[in-house]
T-cell receptor, first 114, second 114 residues
């Protein structure tokens, strides 16, 4: 079975600083990969996804992620964080033939200092 | 489209009572998922429907939980009898089964069993 690890439970960055959230997955083949964001009391919103092709994917709100097969990683980045980015971020995977049966990481809570 | 609609948004019930959570998927989507989010276990997939048929219910915790999808536009998740450890946020999500697509999540139902 696949698994997802987000090593950082909490991250605090200053507004305007760069951000990288880590995600490692365990799966025998290349899965489909996703990053979702959850604001307090809200549902999950998709930031970006990787299915195949270019390993650097662009998402909404200025986020990007890079798939590195050799490292089984799909890290999320943003060059300049805004206060409104404070939220919880989830990395998720699904096997390519399993529809959207997602396995989620434990999440990383991002706090932004003014 | 209004997105995935869940009701109620909040539910408080007494232990032993029956609880029914409802979900209306995005029109045209043929896959529907129920997830549960808790502090201890994070986001877990409970059950997956495709074309109204349950495909994978291996995540349903025990027989007290049941889910139905009588038609393409409605699903329920029922807990009977409810227990305090069922307190969680329950999310419904929908997607297209074919192609490279993502799952869209509802706002969730926060269930508290006292």
């Amino acid at each position: 079975a696949q698994s997802v690890t987000q090593p950082d439970i909490h991250i605090t960055v200053s507004e305007g600083a760069s951000l990288e959230l880590r995600c490692n997955y365990s799966y025998g083949a290349t899965p489909y990969l996703f990053w979702y964001v959850q604001s307090p009391g809200q549902g999950l919103q998709l930031l970006l996804k990787y299915f195949s092709g270019d390993t650097l994917v662009q998402g909404i709100k200025g986020f990007e992620a890079e798939f590195k097969r050799s490292q089984s990683s799909f890290n999320l980045r943003k060059p300049s964080v805004h206060w409104s980015d404070a939220a919880e971020y989830f990395c998720a995977v699904t096997p390519y033939n399993a529809g959207n049966m997602l396995t989620f990481g434990g999440g990383t809570r991002l706090m932004v200092k003014p | 489209d209004a997105g995935v609609i869940q009701s109620p948004r909040h539910e408080v019930t007494e232990m032993g009572q029956e609880v029914t959570l409802r979900c209306k998927p995005i029109s045209g989507h043929n896959s529907l998922f129920w997830y549960r989010q808790t502090m201890m276990r994070g986001l877990e997939l409970l059950i997956y429907f495709n074309n109204n048929v349950p495909i994978d219910d291996s995540g349903m915790p025990e027989d007290r939980f049941s889910a139905k999808m009588p038609n393409a536009s409605f699903s329920t998740l029922k807990i009977q009898p409810s227990e305090p450890r069922d307190s969680a946020v329950y999310f419904c999500a929908s997607s297209l089964r074919t192609g490279n697509t993502e799952a869209f999540f509802g706002q969730g139902t926060r269930l508290t069993v006292v």
